[in-house]
């Protein structure tokens, strides 16, 4: 019985926990460079005079720099076994998929900032980095995982064998033919 649980837990972190995990280290840096970058547009240290400091639009840049960013460290690290061979493709449903995510995230601040009156940076900084992020991110992973990155999608990389024999063909010295061929 402790064998099936030990393979039941095993099947689990292997196959969702491990992803989490990865999912949370890349995001965590995200993160970093949205929050850093929204509060820099918003305090103005670019200027203050446009858009880009403005709640909504510094929130629209700083979290599209971080989506840039997650694409990067989700295909190459978290999901690298089911990332796919057709990356323009690939690279356009993670970005609508993180746009949702985003839009999440901006519903929160437009509601805090515009519906509710809480215009302060600390406000903004909820709603749209703790409110919206939570909600954001439940979205996104399972978008990500089941969808862009899902083993299910034919042109996909993650058939261990394909990729194991084009590092062969890349890095091993080709076998020679006999002379009569």
Not at 89 to 114: D, K, N, P, Q, T
Request: proline content about 1%; aromatic content about 14%; hydrophobic content about 50%.
């Amino acid at each position: 019985m402790s064998t099936r649980v030990g393979n039941a837990l095993a099947s689990l972190w292997h196959g969702l926990f491990a992803y989490a995990v990865k999912f949370g280290v890349v995001g965590f840096v995200g993160l970093v460079i949205d929050v850093t970058l929204f509060n820099l547009l918003r305090l103005g240290v670019f200027g203050d005079d446009h858009w880009a400091a403005s709640a909504i639009g510094a929130k629209t840049i700083s979290t599209s720099v971080a989506i840039i960013f997650n694409w990067i460290g989700n295909r190459y690290w978290t999901f690298r076994r089911h990332r796919r061979r057709n990356y323009l493709r690939e690279f356009a449903e993670y970005v609508v998929v993180s746009l949702g995510g985003m839009g999440i995230a901006l519903g929160c601040l437009w509601v805090s900032h515009h519906l509710l009156g809480f215009t302060n940076v600390v406000a903004d900084n909820i709603a749209t980095n703790v409110v919206g992020l939570g909600l954001g991110t439940a979205f996104r992973f399972l978008l990500y995982r089941y969808w862009v990155y899902g083993h299910h999608r034919a042109d996909g990389l993650s058939n261990i064998d394909r990729v194991e024999e084009a590092q062969r063909a890349l890095f091993e010295e080709p076998q020679r033919r006999p002379a009569g061929e």
